[in-house]
């Protein structure tokens, strides 16, 4: 039984809760043998939605809690004030140790501010950090930090680096991730003062692929695996990427509505375009983990489907197997 | 004779250089009357290349310079010491009075560092900033500040924004631009250190259209028509922009060419394409005007072509035929 991952996924959270995140959930039971899924949330609704399922009964408890945080509620007090949320109930059980992983679609805000407050971070770790994984041309890339503690400090970003690493390395199976920091230019006496005090630091870290400054041109071409920046950068880097995306699209398919010959064209080119536009869809590559925790966090996205919640279980299995925390913990010591 | 433009074009800026620039300001005179250019460069080689189009023979004069500062040259070293390069020559011009605007698309960092240093800034401008026009699906948005001085103040946000705005709304004819600052949210709670002290002064400001945060996902959709942010965050929005289309379009091209099917359907729509990407391309908008200056200082792309520079042309007539400088000073002084 030692084997066994025990992750909380949050019923309630995300667009499309419950019926694809318990969709999701019932996947993931059925696909690997060794998780148990513990689903937070109003247990008439969870049930119901189960039932329309076949499953070992026995892999998929529901934790019936009596309040939901909406998106739009601040975090701290939706934290402090809704004890009995399916976000607060699932944390404490990471909390507790009664399980190994919480997976929510729901409010960033809560899922952050409440993994912070009730999980707590790893001894040494000085801030967590949210890392998701956008889409290259190559792969993928773990983007670290989109969370939201800004303005952070050096030491901050010298443990992002580590954090990545060990976690595209472990979790992604890249062999010595390169990592890079993003700045405005190739030098190394570029960038902002934060950028500026960083580099030395990260060209001293033995333990690390550093490969020096990335430029945000570059990132799309996937010229490293672990790109490190400050919360607000990434912040902007993950939505630019999905907004750029977004609009070009839909550019795209509106050029090719123009005449009846393009038209014709797009019937003929739409499945192959499916399959490459689907490939660089942020969504598509699973939630964002929260590094630096005692337990493991995956947020996913609040339009998550059924595959990204079966996807980010998997992430937690991978997590708790390849024991990243604690490999976390030996590169933090160094 | 009160109503020429006269325009300093660097003929040896850029990987096109000097064919292009020279064919781009052949084009421009051709077509606008009122333009007078003054090209800096290689006598020999300027004048060669002229002598491929006929065009007015007078409004086109060969300024010749015996240097010319690399992309690689440190810029601060390459402004100070090649004294009689094509860039310091033209900014030196704009000094003197002698001419109106420069264009470049040579060595951005010298073209920036020689612009503040030798054409200075417009009293009560703490700091000038660098701000292209990026293509949005309802248009385009200027972009402030992508410029080389990083880690700025509030105060620097407010001027950028007002300069954003009088060039919006005189240079491309947008009334009442909308102004919004780059931020990691839309409450106006949200924000790092330097978003949040300056979102109050926006507010402030009644003669600016602010609409509050825009957040990066937004950008693309044309939401606001002047994106505030310091020159870091605007430097890696600008080439995240171009890499990210620039990856999606190499993605999309190869999935076309996957299959006999695709490959037929590629044919059909790529005119309808061609012009949707052309629309969607960073470049094609003429250059990043440098605002705040006593003249008028206009970056374009490193890989430039004819057209760029003819545009780029046509932005310093409107420039100057505005007032736009005069119409800077009038808000600064506010």
Redesign the interface.
């Known amino acids: 039984m030692s084997d066994v991952v025990r992750i909380v996924v949050d019923g309630m959270g995300g667009d499309n809760a419950p019926s694809e995140i318990v969709k999701g959930a019932v996947a993931a039971v059925k696909d690997h043998d060794e998780i148990q899924i513990l689903l937070t949330g109003y247990q008439d609704v969870l049930k119901k939605e189960l039932e329309q399922y076949t499953y070992p009964k026995d892999r998929i408890q529901v934790i019936h809690t009596s309040q939901v945080i909406e998106t739009a509620e601040p975090p701290v007090a939706a934290i402090r004030t809704k004890k009995d949320s399916s976000i607060v109930a699932g944390l404490m059980m990471v909390r507790r140790g009664e399980a190994d992983a919480f997976v929510s679609a729901g409010s960033t805000g809560a899922v952050l501010v409440g993994a912070q407050a009730i999980v707590g971070r790893i001894k040494g770790i000085e801030r967590p950090a949210l890392a998701p994984l956008i889409p ?2 190559e792969g993928v890339t773990l983007l670290i930090d989109c969370g ?1 503690n ?2 952070a400090r050096s030491s901050h970003l010298v443990q992002f680096a580590k954090m990545g690493s060990v976690y595209m390395e472990n979790v992604i199976g890249v062999k010595r991730p390169k990592v890079g920091i ?1 700045n ?1 230019g190739a030098e190394e006496e570029k ?3 934060l ?1 500026k005090e960083t580099f030395p630091l990260l060209k001293e870290c033995k333990d690390l692929n550093f490969i020096g400054s990335v ?7 996937g010229v490293c695996d672990v790109v490190v920046c400050e ?3 990434g ?18 398919k ?3 509505l ?2 009846f ?2 038209k ?10 499916k ?3 689907k ?2 869809d942020v969504s598509e590559h699973g939630g964002a983990p929260l590094l630096g925790l005692k337990g493991l966090v995956v947020k996913t996205h609040g339009s998550s489907t059924a595959k990204e919640v079966e996807n980010s279980i998997y992430q937690c299995v991978q997590f708790k197997k390849q024991n990243i925390n604690e490999k976390i913990m030996e590169h933090i010591q160094v």
């Open positions: 290259t041309k939201a800004v303005d993003v405005i960038g902002n003062a950028v430029e945000a041109r570059d990132i799309p071409e919360a607000f950068v912040n902007v880097i993950l939505k630019l990427y999905e907004g750029v995306a977004a609009a070009l699209i839909s550019k795209i509106g050029s090719m123009e005449s010959r393009s014709i064209g797009a019937l003929l080119v739409k499945p192959a375009l399959r490459t536009l490939k660089f």
